[in-house]
């Protein structure tokens, strides 16, 4: 019998695998590809765990932003709301300003007409007196056209005063 060369590697390949099985070889590549799956599920749990954790945080800042927003548009809603009562408020002290500037001046005029009155009044008794007395001194002479003039200028000042 003739044995070539594929037998050689025949027989040497199961020579190989005689070798790898009694030093047990398969057991330990076994061994190491379970504790490599084994640290594989645990990361990918891990990984699962972390993609949940993830998930509610990303829920978590939805809401608030939801939350923040609401405000948001509350507080907006709070100062326009504020500003149409401070302006209302605004509005109604200068009409109020207005109003009682008004009623000073009204008050300042009727006084100005008054002593205007007033002072028309005193100088045409005042001219009268003077017009009489000129008419009385001319006419009334002596002591009872004296006393004439004087009691009629007293009773023109008390009259007109």
Do not use: C, P
Not at 28 to 37: E, M, N, Q
Not at 87 to 114: G, N
Not at 130 to 142: D, F, M, N, P, Y
């Amino acid at each position: 019998m003739h044995f070539d060369a594929e037998f050689w590697v025949f027989i040497g390949f199961i020579l190989f695998i005689g070798v790898l099985a009694y030093f047990k070889v398969h057991k330990t590549i076994g061994t190491t590809l379970d504790g490599r799956a084994a640290r594989i599920q645990k990361e990918l749990a891990e990984a699962a765990r972390l993609r949940t954790e993830a998930e509610a945080l990303l829920a978590s800042f939805e809401k608030k932003k939801i939350e923040a927003e609401a405000e948001a548009v509350a507080i907006v809603k709070q100062a326009e709301t504020e500003a149409e009562l401070i302006a209302r408020e605004a509005h109604d002290r200068v009409a109020e300003f207005i109003r009682r500037r008004t009623k000073q001046a009204e008050e300042k005029i009727t006084a100005a007409e008054t002593a205007a009155a007033a002072q028309v009044r005193a100088a045409a008794a005042d001219a009268a007196t003077k017009a009489a007395e000129i008419v009385l001194k001319t006419e009334a002479k002596g002591s009872f056209g004296e006393q004439l003039i004087s009691n009629g200028i007293a009773d023109l000042k008390r009259l007109l005063h």
